[in-house]
């Protein structure tokens, strides 16, 4: 059973912080990893994408991803109450990377 | 470029009807993604098209099916329903050629089973 952990929320942290955001994966072919962010009633949208060890920035959005230890996170500079949301791991593996596994979310809350 | 659309948007059925939910994928995509999200549940994997085949499913019992047109176009089936089937279900699409299989969500439909 591949599984996909995150750590429990709620997640609370004040307008203008770094939030951090974890993820630990069981299943070592994974192949490629992403974040997405889901409105309360809305759909997943994503993020962030991240395919090799190490660090990938896009904007205040920071992925980091290490393999050896099936782990990754997602860092948010200069919180805004709008980043407030449910945060979902994805882990993807197989032939063509077709094989997601979503984690269960972390809801994170921006305090102004 | 035009997103994932889904239709409806919202269904409503009564214990044992049957539902059909559509999903329009991303042009040029010819991966199609089923999900399942209950209130304040995970997403549950339900079923993936490709190039109109069924690659795989999920675990969810056979009342729960659909398949793919030839414009890349699914639609899910849910027979018999239950009241637990009520869920947000959402499609995604992707590009199978491409390197690491980015998934699209579309906005879902919502059912309510009464």
């Known amino acids: 059973q591949k599984e996909v952990e995150q750590n429990s929320g709620p997640l609370s942290v004040p307008e203008g912080a770094i939030a951090s955001l974890n993820c630990t994966y069981s299943?070592?072919?994974?192949?490629?990893f992403f974040w997405y962010r889901q409105y309360s009633g809305k759909s997943p949208e994503l993020i962030m994408s991240?395919?090799?060890?190490g660090d990938k920035e896009d904007g205040r959005f920071t992925a980091q991803l290490n393999k050896a230890s099936q782990y990754v996170s997602l860092l948010i500079r200069d919180s805004q109450p709008s980043d407030s949301a449910t945060y979902l791991c994805?882990?993807?593996?197989?032939?063509?990377?077709?094989?997601?596994?979503f984690g269960p979310g972390t809801r994170l809350s921006v305090l102004p | 470029e035009a997103g994932v659309t889904q239709s409806p948007t919202h269904l409503i059925k009564t214990r044992g009807q049957q539902a059909t939910l559509r999903c329009s994928p991303i042009s040029g995509h010819t991966s199609v993604y089923w999900y399942q999200q209950a209130l304040g549940l995970g997403l549950q994997f339900l079923l993936w098209?490709?190039?109109?085949?069924?690659?795989n499913r999920g675990n969810f019992p056979p009342r729960f099916s659909g398949r793919q047109f030839p414009n890349y176009s699914s639609e899910l089936n849910v027979n018999a329903l239950e009241l637990e089937d009520s869920a947000l279900y959402l499609c995604?699409?992707?590009?199978?050629?491409?390197?690491?299989?980015?998934?699209?969500f579309g906005p879902g439909t919502r059912l309510t089973v009464l």
């Open positions: 991240i395919y090799s060890n």
């Open positions: 299943d070592r072919g994974s192949q490629s």
């Open positions: 994805a882990v993807a593996g197989g032939d063509y990377g077709q094989n997601f596994v």
């Open positions: 098209y490709d190039e109109g085949e069924e690659r």
């Open positions: 995604a699409s992707s590009f199978r050629g491409q390197p690491y299989n980015e998934q699209f």
